[in-house]
Structure formats: structure tokens, C-alpha cells
């Protein structure tokens, strides 16, 4: 999500493509490329097929639905996971939207602005993960279902999908629940999409927080005391990071009883703010995690 892409060399790549790519169909050697999918493709779980939707058709997803119509079922859709494509991590994306469709929900997976087949609706970093600029991806969307007769559709998401979802649904009162997988934030900190990366130099290293239990049992091994001894264990790094996480966590949980304005806590002020615009919509909402995630 820091990447900045390197559009002009992009540019002249695909002009060298295109005059080589036309050369050779004159000499035969080369047929025309193939766009991403549009025909339909029938399976034993339901039926898929390609579709491009929103602003000039820049979006593109894979719908997959069941093989008969069930108008009381909603339609799940399916947010990138990282700068991972449509597919997901190990085909993830592909193997939910099958096993939905065996149980008759279908799914729409689709890329974000600039990841996948989806063109770079908003010009700049192309894999904006965490920025407010990809709200509009998940409007025009749900649109497209709409139009379809899918409405209030269901929303998945894991990581920076999960981020995406949740403040899409703050501000896109269409949808009709949501599913959040392991997301590792609430509220992005970092750079804002757009701004210049610095030229030198890199990101200070940051001590991981880790799970409380983690610190516990290193305590009784002898790794733990023989690194510790040769001074490779940052040790004031991880008291600074415990000690923020157990305030912020005392914080919040005061935060939450604080009339409202009081910020004694303002990211979780943020947070809970969020969480109770879509509490007050009566939102669905399935917030999971892995029992190894942090």
C-alpha cells in the first residue's frame, strides 16, 4: 500500500507490446489477447461468469451463482484481500464463492481500484489499501447488484478488506451485513493515499506487538534468557508496546461510559463511534479472528 506505480515505464511496456503483438499477427505467430472472462462457465457448484460494471465499466469481478434462482437468498460480496486479486489468498475467494453457491447464495468477487482486472479509477498508488478513496469501489458494487435484483447485499472482507468494508458500511447504508475476517486495523495511520514517499531512508523498525500469553510463555524458555543475555531482545521496545497496549485498552473501556465529545481515548472514540452508527442501523455484523492473530 506504499507502492507507488511506475505508470510511464508501464506505458512504454505496453506500446512495445502492442506494435510487437501486431507484427506477429501479421506473420501469424500470435493471436489476439484474450480479455478476462465473459462466457459463462458451469460448474457442479453453479455457474460463473465475468462482468464489468461502474464508471466507463473500469471494475471487473467474477459473479457466481447457484444454478437455480433464490430470490430470498442475498448476495455476498467479496472485497480484495491486500494487492491480492479477486481470487484471494490460495484461491480463497474462489472456493468461498463456490461453496456459497453449492448452498444457494450467489457471490460477487470483484478488484478494487487497481488491483486485478480493475482499471485505476483514481489515478495515484495503485494498490490504495487502506484509503478512503476506495469507498466508491464498494458503492458501485452494490449498485450493480442492485440493478440485479440483489439488494442489500452482504459484505466479506479479511485484513484490509475487513478495513474497507467497515467504513464503507458507515457510509453506504445499502448494505445488509458484514463479515470481518482478522482485521488488523480500524483506523489507518499511515501515510495518506497520494502523498509523496520519502526518498531516502526507510521506516523506523517497529517492535510487533504480540499476544499477552506470547510474552508469558518465552518468560520459561532458554532461548528467550540466552538472546536476552546477548542483548538481542529489545526489551524496552516491548514494555513501551505492552504498556501502550494495556493503557489503550483501560482507555477505551472508559471512553465507551464518557458522555459523548469526551475523547479521552480519541482513536477508540473513532472506533466506537463507528461501530455504534452501524449498532443503531442494526447492522448484522461478524467480527472474527484467527486464535493466533495479535
Not at 469501489?137 to 440483489?150: F, I, P, T
Not at 538481542?232 to 516491548?238: S, T
Not at 475523547?263 to 484467527?290: E, S
Request: aromatic share 8%; glycine share 10%.
Amino acid at each position: 500500500h506504499l507502492v507507488e506505480a511506475p505508470e510511464a515505464s508501464f506505458a512504454r511496456g505496453v506500446q512495445w507490446l502492442a506494435l510487437h503483438a501486431a507484427n506477429g499477427a501479421r506473420a501469424g505467430s500470435l493471436q489476439q489477447p484474450a480479455l478476462p472472462l465473459t462466457d459463462e462457465l458451469h460448474l457442479s457448484q453453479g455457474v460463473e461468469s465475468g462482468c464489468r460494471f461502474g464508471p466507463a465499466e473500469a471494475y471487473f469481478g467474477v459473479l457466481c451463482r447457484p444454478h437455480e434462482a433464490q430470490p430470498d437468498r442475498p448476495c455476498v460480496l467479496i472485497l480484495n484481500t491486500g494487492g491480492n486479486p479477486r481470487s484471494g489468498h490460495h484461491r480463497l475467494g474462489v472456493a468461498l464463492a463456490r461453496a456459497l453457491a453449492a448452498a444457494g447464495v450467489a457471490s460477487l468477487r470483484m478488484d478494487a481500484t487497481g488491483i486485478g482486472d480493475t482499471l485505476p479509477v483514481v489515478r495515484g498508488r495503485s494498490l490504495s489499501l487502506y484509503s478512503e478513496a476506495s469507498l466508491v469501489d464498494v458503492g458501485h458494487a452494490l449498485s450493480w447488484l442492485e440493478r440485479r435484483g440483489w439488494a442489500r447485499a452482504m459484505v466479506f472482507g479479511i485484513c484490509s478488506g475487513a478495513y474497507l468494508g467497515l467504513h464503507a458500511a458507515v457510509h453506504e447504508p445499502r448494505m445488509g451485513g458484514l463479515v470481518m475476517v482478522n482485521p488488523q486495523s480500524f483506523l489507518w495511520e499511515g501515510p495518506a493515499f497520494g502523498t509523496e514517499m520519502p526518498t531516502e531512508g526507510g521506516a523506523p523498525a517497529k517492535v510487533e506487538i504480540q499476544q499477552l500469553g506470547h510474552y508469558w510463555r518465552v518468560l520459561f524458555s532458554g532461548n528467550f534468557w540466552r538472546r536476552l543475555w546477548r542483548a538481542e531482545v529489545a526489551v524496552a521496545g516491548v514494555l513501551r508496546q505492552v504498556t501502550k497496549a494495556l493503557w489503550f485498552r483501560c482507555a477505551a473501556a472508559l471512553q465507551a461510559r464518557l458522555p459523548a465529545g469526551w475523547a479521552l481515548a480519541p482513536r477508540a472514540a473513532k472506533v466506537q463511534a463507528m461501530f455504534g452508527t452501524l449498532a443503531k442501523r442494526r447492522l448484522p455484523l461478524l467480527l472474527v479472528y484467527a486464535d493466533t492473530d495479535p
